[in-house]
């Protein structure tokens, strides 16, 4: 069967050494399974995140954006640009629509764009991983190649902020998706009951606002912990990062013992389909998803 | 007349045969209920069933028939005989599906079924089937009091729907408070923006419409008769009176404006300071252009004051001014503000408001005024000063500061004052001070006759009766068309505060049930809410007192009286609700199918246990309407409740005579419980004032019982809600309980 | 741009939509609350949402851009979402917060306006984000010894991530950047310049 082409960008923080380095590694394997080619656009570009606006306004923000758009027009005609990363996603949907909405915002970021020699029709689609698997694959076509049902480990599964909002997955609930907990059932694990699903983790204010931002993540992990969840899931990096990585300075402020494994959806699919830990990236967890590495570890 | 012959017809269907001893029930019929012909079948609704009833009346002469099946609510069309008097005795809804299941409750459960047996026949004995009076003469013109849009909106659907109609205005033209609009609020997609108005179109269609004749400059001189055959005297300006007869009326008489002047501190009475009317005057003026103040000068900045003197001053609750909410000003002051913006987006303009309220598709016009730059500010406005440059004074509600601003003009979204007559309360105190001599009343109440809209000659008083803050009548919870005047039907503004579109729906929605009226009418039959039914009160006035209670309590003014006092009914006018005949100290009132004795002999019919057999005996009179239901629901839902009760529906809680209840006591019953609807302003009585009367003779009844050494509480009044299904069983069961605890009636054994 | 502004007139609301991103959408508020009520970091603003659209319509200039208020947003769209007017109050927070920024008017030692200008800068130079130079340069924002107590204090994570090789130590010495940097830098400079002409900023901005 012919593998399903997407025009992939990657973002900053999977880049090798980055915080969510971790991420692409199983990403590949999951792709390789379902028959998805990821084809990388040429010399892509930092999408701004969700901070850019603070100094990059408009219009620049727009048009570093607009910059991946022609990139993936010129080089990788006719595919949707697809995003592992929620933040990317956003910029380049919200990008998309933007200038769709505004001729004169079109005209003036080809007038931006030309500085760097390219031009943009605005013609592609900008999509996030999840969504192909959900819409281009399916749950029924996600189960086929699992080998290994990840089974005795409770998920919490914690959608967040940007994979759900503005935009979130077709069909999909603002308030309560679904579709975490249908991947985690997939694998067969169990998704325990939620509260803080699609709480904030505080977003790049964890390092400006720290202490208001740490009550986001308190709050996060511990109704984890109430719903007796053995680890967090979730489909974003900032999330991830996040929500991993503070828990320690938050035992060390308040005294708790918080020691939450928080991985993503497709470390899970990649022990699922038969990957080891190593593949499924779970060496770059900072607390070790022992349950999980011990199920990829099994003959 | 024929001869009579009696026949009872219990159903052993739906289980009723698995669970009751059928035999026995029919013995009671024979032996008891002294019925000729008694006859069982297992499926009584069925063709079959229905034939054998139908082969009896056709051979065997039955004329008068109980059929003991399911509740009188089931089943109404295969059961329908309209030619013979029928009882229904409810074995199903009332004892096989609400009395606990199993042997243990055997005995109670033949005990209720047998009882309703026995009442079922000795209800029917005492019926006679209603003949009606259909009255081919009878008026189906329609007449509409009012030229506005409300009155034509009424006028065309009647004229349309093939009635003649006979239109009043009091002006010399048509269109009412439309004529001074520049604009309306949009009524149609997308919302966005002020519309014509269409008066003039709707002017021409009426004047030209070939069924319905106007009389501008007229007013009503007097309205007599009743639905079918009022007769209008209409008053020209120039004093020349005509008669017009008519079957119905609508009463379409719109509103005024608030009074400016009585808002001084709002800048009411100085310059540049102006309520919405005045706006529509200046936007007319300016033809489109740029609005202009009265010294000729652009309207550069203008304030929206929302809730000028209305809901108790803009919100203080302090009950000055009008104390509720016009319901059309938000939308108005939107309008209008967008007069300025589409003649010059540059203008400032603010609305100052504290709950904007847009129902329906407004949320679509806000939306659009917020596209096109007004400003909306959430604000308590405290003061407004008129003058050259006008200042407000508020407080920001929302940022939580006082702050003033100033502006060239200032418009006031006063309120709508309903134009609805005489207050019938005023009247009557008017009237009786009047005939004592007074001359001062005297004087007043020809006052009171000039600011009359239909100067009915009622017993009851001129105009219909007015509901909440002077607007006229409404059975605003369940039928607002409704009104106690029957075959009178208020609309738009004068009934409850209104938009155009509001009003011209409910122009149509009270044309429509002036049709129903002159209809049924002529028939011979009941309008709303017992559509159809042919029976009505007929008095022996040979044992009447001329207590007047009858014509006073009558919640619909039906009865007149006549030179020596006796009732004079008009059957026309009436609702068949009977509660002229629970008012009847004499019991001379009765319906050929519902009586003090049909209910009375109820009573006596079922058979009370001695007291030492521990089986008390509970008499429930319920409404028809929304009681009776409920209990049927109750069974349906397989909720259980005591079998010690006895219930037999009532018209209405107001057609409840007292003597049901001395008969009950003497009897022996243990208690008796009243099941009536909600009273009081938010009433959902049907008959209005049914329930609020039936409450009122129940607390006087004290004095009976004390005469009869019983407690207080033998006898107790309960509000029921058709939804109230749970509770109702409830109720019952703690009853029950209560008057256990309280032992038997010492009057058991007397009866 | 100085000048007193008339209270409750269209001025500041007219700015707003003239040089703030989505700011044509203020007027368009009908004052709810549920923005207020669905921030996560709701408690911490002095103004909500909600308040910033009336105290824009109300023509409090000043108070408007020198809040902090609009600095506290997290980028959780949930205001977005749940408003039933359909605002995009999180971009019109983050075009209130670019604005007062360019004007020079945001709160002196605002640390999310801070990381703003680093992150963008650090963009802007490669084409990439470095987290590392964005990690130490955020630690030394507010001076050398501030700078070092910083890191020490997340010098715990820095190990740990360096460890789950999550952090690179050798992006110091220069790490990911994209090809065409100077294309890139030329491109953002062209859409400041658009920007700030339809602004009617100076070139030089803030």
């Known amino acids: 069967m012919a593998k399903k082409q997407y025009a992939f960008y990657p973002g900053c923080s999977s880049q090798k050494g980055a915080s969510a380095s971790n991420f692409p590694t199983s990403v590949g394997v999951v792709c390789e399974k379902l028959d998805i080619q990821l084809n990388e656009i040429p010399d892509w570009n930092c999408c701004g995140a969700s901070i850019g606006y603070g100094e990059g306004g408009e219009l620049p923000r727009l048009v570093i954006n607009a910059r991946n758009l022609a990139q993936a027009e010129n080089h990788l005609a006719g595919q949707d640009i697809v995003s592992g990363c929620p933040a990317c996603w956003l910029a380049t949907r919200e990008t998309v629509e933007r200038l769709h909405e505004s001729d004169s915002l079109l005209a003036e970021t080809n007038e931006a764009l030309k500085e760097a020699g390219l031009n943009l029709k605005n013609t592609v689609k900008a999509r996030h991983i999840v969504e192909v698997l959900i819409e281009d694959i399916g749950f029924e076509a996600m189960k086929k190649p699992v080998v290994k049902a990840i089974e005795g480990i409770k998920f919490a599964g914690y959608v967040g902020c940007q994979t759900n909002r503005p935009f979130g997955i077709a069909g999909e609930s603002f308030e309560n998706p679904q579709y975490l907990d249908r991947m985690i059932e997939t694998v067969g694990a169990e998704a325990v009951k939620f509260d803080q699903k699609v709480t904030c983790c505080g977003g790049a204010l964890a390092f400006s606002e720290p202490d208001k931002s740490q009550k986001q993540i308190r709050d996060i992990v511990e109704s984890a912990y109430d719903h007796g969840a053995d680890m967090i899931v979730t489909p974003c990096q900032l999330c991830q990062a996040n929500v991993e990585i503070y828990q320690s300075e938050i035992n060390k402020k308040q005294g708790t013992k918080f020691s939450m494994p928080v991985v993503y959806y497709s470390q899970l699919l990649t022990v699922a389909y038969g990957g080891s830990a190593k593949q499924a990236g779970l060496d770059g967890q900072l607390i070790r998803a022992e349950k999980l590495e011990r199920i990829a570890g099994k003959q | 007349m024929a001869d009579i012959k009696y026949a009872a017809y219990i159903c052993s269907g739906c289980g009723i045969g698995d669970t009751l001893n059928v035999g026995a029930l029919e013995k009671v019929a024979t032996k008891e209920g002294k019925m000729a012909v008694v006859k069982s079948h297992p499926f009584l609704c069925s063709t079959e069933g229905v034939d054998l009833i139908k082969n009896d009346i056709a051979n065997e002469g039955v004329?008068?028939?109980?059929?003991?099946?399911?509740?009188?609510?089931?089943?109404?069309?295969?059961?329908?005989?309209?030619?013979?008097?029928?009882?229904?005795?409810?074995?199903?809804?009332?004892?096989?599906?609400?009395?606990?299941?199993?042997?243990?409750?055997?005995?109670?459960?033949?005990?209720?079924?047998?009882?309703?047996?026995?009442?079922?026949?000795?209800?029917?004995?005492?019926?006679?089937?209603?003949?009606?009076?259909?009255?081919?003469?009878?008026?189906?013109?329609?007449?509409?009091?009012?030229?506005?849009?409300?009155?034509?909106?009424?006028?065309?659907?009647?004229?349309?729907?093939?009635?003649?109609?006979?239109?009043?205005?009091?002006?010399?033209?048509?269109?009412?408070?439309?004529?001074?609009?520049?604009?309306?609020?949009?009524?149609?997609?997308?919302?966005?923006?002020?519309?014509?108005?269409?008066?003039?179109?709707?002017?021409?269609?009426?004047?030209?419409?070939?069924?319905?004749?106007?009389?501008?400059?007229?007013?009503?001189?007097?309205?007599?008769?009743?639905?079918?055959?009022?007769?209008?005297?209409?008053?020209?300006?120039?004093?020349?009176?005509?008669?017009?007869?008519?079957?119905?009326?609508?009463?379409?008489?719109?509103?005024?404006?608030?009074?400016?002047?009585?808002?001084?501190?709002?800048?009411?009475?100085?310059?540049?300071?102006?309520?919405?009317?005045?706006?529509?005057?200046?936007?007319?003026?300016?033809?489109?252009?740029?609005?202009?103040?009265?010294?000729?000068?652009?309207?550069?900045?203008?304030?929206?004051?929302?809730?000028?003197?209305?809901?108790?001053?803009?919100?203080?609750?302090?009950?000055?001014?009008?104390?509720?909410?016009?319901?059309?000003?938000?939308?108005?002051?939107?309008?209008?503000?967008?007069?300025?913006?589409?003649?010059?987006?540059?203008?400032?303009?603010?609305?100052?408001?504290?709950?904007?309220?847009?129902?329906?598709?407004?949320?679509?016009?806000?939306?659009?005024?917020?596209?096109?730059?007004?400003?909306?500010?959430?604000?308590?406005?405290?003061?407004?000063?008129?003058?050259?440059?006008?200042?407000?004074?508020?407080?920001?509600?929302?940022?939580?500061?006082?702050?003033?601003?100033?502006?060239?003009?200032?418009?006031?979204?006063?309120?709508?004052?309903?134009?609805?007559?005489?207050?019938?309360?005023?009247?009557?105190?008017?009237?009786?001070?009047?005939?004592?001599?007074?001359?001062?009343?005297?004087?007043?109440?020809?006052?009171?006759?000039?600011?009359?809209?239909?100067?009915?000659?009622?017993?009851?008083?001129?105009?219909?009766?007015?509901?909440?803050?002077?607007?006229?009548?409404?059975?605003?919870?369940?039928?607002?068309?409704?009104?106690?005047?029957?075959?009178?039907?208020?609309?738009?503004?004068?009934?409850?505060?209104?938009?155009?579109?509001?009003?011209?729906?409910?122009?149509?929605?009270?044309?429509?049930?002036?049709?129903?009226?002159?209809?049924?009418?002529?028939?011979?039959?009941?309008?709303?809410?017992?559509?159809?039914?042919?029976?009505?009160?007929?008095?022996?006035?040979?044992?009447?007192?001329?207590?007047?209670?009858?014509?006073?309590?009558?919640?619909?003014?039906?009865?007149?009286?006549?030179?020596?006092?006796?009732?004079?009914?008009?059957?026309?006018?009436?609702?068949?609700?009977?509660?002229?005949?629970?008012?009847?100290?004499?019991?001379?009132?009765?319906?050929?199918?519902?009586?003090?004795?049909?209910?009375?002999?109820?009573?006596?019919?079922?058979?009370?246990?001695?007291?030492?057999?521990?089986?008390?005996?509970?008499?429930?009179?319920?409404?028809?309407?929304?009681?009776?239901?409920?209990?049927?629901?109750?069974?349906?839902?397989?909720?259980?409740?005591?079998?010690?009760?006895?219930?037999?529906?009532?018209?209405?809680?107001?057609?409840?005579?007292?003597?049901?209840?001395?008969?009950?006591?003497?009897?022996?019953?243990?208690?008796?419980?009243?099941?009536?609807?909600?009273?009081?302003?938010?009433?959902?009585?049907?008959?209005?004032?049914?329930?609020?009367?039936?409450?009122?003779?129940?607390?006087?009844?004290?004095?009976?019982?004390?005469?009869?050494?019983?407690?207080?509480?033998?006898?107790?009044?309960?509000?029921?809600?058709?939804?109230?299904?749970?509770?109702?069983?409830?109720?019952?069961?703690?009853?029950?309980?209560?008057?256990?605890?309280?032992?038997?009636?010492?009057?058991?054994?007397?009866? | 741009m100085t000048t007193a502004t008339p209270k409750y007139r269209n001025n500041f609301l007219k700015e707003v939509e003239a040089n703030v991103e989505e700011g044509h959408w203020v007027k368009m508020c009908m004052q709810c609350g549920v923005c207020a009520g669905s921030c996560p970091l709701g408690p911490h603003w002095q103004h909500s949402p909600q308040k910033i659209f009336m105290m824009i319509r109300a023509g409090k200039r000043e108070e408007v851009l020198t809040s902090d208020s609009m600095w506290m947003c997290t980028s959780c769209y949930n205001c977005i979402v749940r408003c039933p007017r359909k605002l995009p109050i999180t971009h019109i927070m983050h075009g209130l917060a670019n604005y007062a920024h360019r004007l020079g008017m945001a709160p002196k030692g605002q640390p999310t306006e801070a990381i703003a200008k680093l992150f963008w800068d650090n963009l802007v130079k490669t084409g990439r984000v470095n987290e590392l130079k964005f990690s130490l340069a955020m630690y030394f924002k507010d001076g050398f010894v501030q700078g070092i107590k910083n890191a020490m204090a997340m010098q715990g994570i820095g190990l740990g991530l360096v460890k789950a090789k999550r952090l690179n130590p050798m992006e110091i010495l220069g790490g990911h950047a994209c090809k065409d940097k100077s294309g890139i830098q030329k491109m953002v400079a062209k859409a400041r310049e658009i920007e700030d002409r339809r602004k009617g900023f100076s070139g030089a901005g803030a």
């Open chain 2, 63 to 751: 004329t008068h028939f109980c059929i003991a099946a399911c509740s009188r609510r089931a089943k109404a069309e295969a059961f329908a005989f309209p030619g013979n008097a029928v009882s229904r005795a409810n074995l199903r809804e009332g004892v096989l599906w609400v009395v606990a299941e199993g042997p243990a409750h055997d005995e109670v459960r033949q005990e209720m079924a047998e009882d309703y047996i026995r009442m079922g026949c000795a209800e029917v004995k005492k019926m006679t089937c209603p003949a009606g009076s259909a009255n081919a003469a009878s008026s189906r013109r329609i007449m509409v009091v009012g030229g506005g849009m409300s009155g034509m909106t009424a006028a065309l659907a009647a004229a349309d729907a093939g009635y003649e109609v006979v239109l009043i205005e009091k002006t010399a033209q048509l269109g009412g408070f439309a004529n001074n609009l520049w604009k309306r609020v949009p009524f149609n997609a997308p919302h966005a923006e002020a519309q014509p108005t269409g008066v003039a179109e709707m002017t021409a269609k009426v004047s030209g419409h070939a069924k319905i004749k106007i009389h501008l400059n007229s007013t009503l001189a007097e309205t007599a008769g009743a639905p079918g055959r009022f007769i209008a005297k209409i008053a020209q300006e120039s004093g020349a009176v005509t008669e017009e007869t008519v079957g119905a009326i609508v009463q379409a008489t719109g509103f005024t404006t608030y009074d400016l002047a009585k808002l001084p501190e709002l800048g009411g009475g100085q310059a540049n300071v102006v309520d919405q009317a005045g706006l529509e005057a200046l936007a007319k003026a300016a033809d489109g252009g740029a609005i202009k103040r009265a010294d000729g000068s652009a309207v550069k900045s203008v304030v929206f004051v929302q809730c000028a003197g209305q809901r108790g001053s803009g919100g203080n609750g302090d009950g000055s001014h009008l104390d509720y909410c016009s319901g059309h000003c938000c939308a108005t002051s939107i309008k209008q503000a967008t007069y300025f913006k589409d003649a010059n987006p540059d203008v400032d303009t603010v609305v100052m408001y504290q709950d904007l309220r847009v129902p329906g598709m407004g949320e679509d016009f806000y939306r659009s005024a917020q596209k096109k730059g007004v400003i909306f500010t959430k604000a308590k406005v405290n003061k407004v000063a008129g003058g050259n440059s006008c200042r407000v004074d508020f407080k920001d509600l929302i940022l939580d500061e006082d702050a003033s601003i100033d502006a060239d003009l200032v418009v006031l979204a006063t309120g709508q004052v309903p134009t609805s007559g005489v207050n019938l309360d005023e009247w009557t105190t008017t009237v009786t001070a009047a005939e004592s001599g007074d001359e001062a009343a005297k004087q007043k109440k020809s006052e009171l006759q000039k600011i009359s809209v239909l100067n009915l000659n009622y017993r009851q008083g001129p105009d219909m009766p007015q509901f909440k803050y002077g607007f006229a009548d409404s059975h605003f919870i369940c039928f607002p068309y409704e009104t106690r005047r029957t075959g009178v039907y208020a609309a738009g503004p004068t009934r409850r505060p209104m938009d155009m579109f509001q009003a011209q729906e409910d122009a149509t929605g009270a044309a429509l049930k002036a049709i129903q009226a002159v209809e049924n009418v002529a028939r011979g039959a009941a309008a709303h809410p017992r559509a159809g039914d042919l029976s009505f009160p007929k008095a022996r006035l040979e044992g009447c007192t001329q207590c007047k209670r009858c014509t006073v309590e009558c919640p619909f003014g039906a009865i007149d009286e006549d030179e020596k006092r006796f009732p004079v009914f008009n059957q026309e006018r009436c609702r068949r609700c009977g509660t002229c005949m629970g008012a009847c100290p004499v019991r001379v009132i009765s319906f050929e199918n519902y009586s003090c004795d049909t209910v009375g002999m109820q009573i006596k019919a079922v058979n009370v246990p001695d007291e030492f057999e521990e089986k008390p005996r509970i008499l429930i009179l319920a409404c028809e309407n929304d009681a009776y239901p409920a209990l049927d629901m109750a069974g349906i839902q397989r909720l259980t409740y005591s079998a010690f009760v006895r219930t037999i529906p009532v018209r209405c809680l107001g057609s409840a005579n007292t003597i049901w209840i001395t008969d009950a006591l003497n009897q022996g019953y243990d208690g008796v419980m009243m099941m009536g609807c909600k009273r009081g302003d938010d009433y959902q009585c049907h008959f209005v004032k049914g329930s609020e009367m039936a409450y009122y003779r129940m607390s006087k009844i004290d004095d009976t019982l004390k005469q009869l050494s019983l407690e207080g509480e033998r006898v107790q009044t309960y509000e029921v809600a058709i939804t109230d299904s749970a509770r109702v069983a409830k109720m019952i069961d703690d009853y029950a309980a209560q008057l256990i605890e309280m032992g038997p009636s010492p009057m058991k054994g007397f009866g």
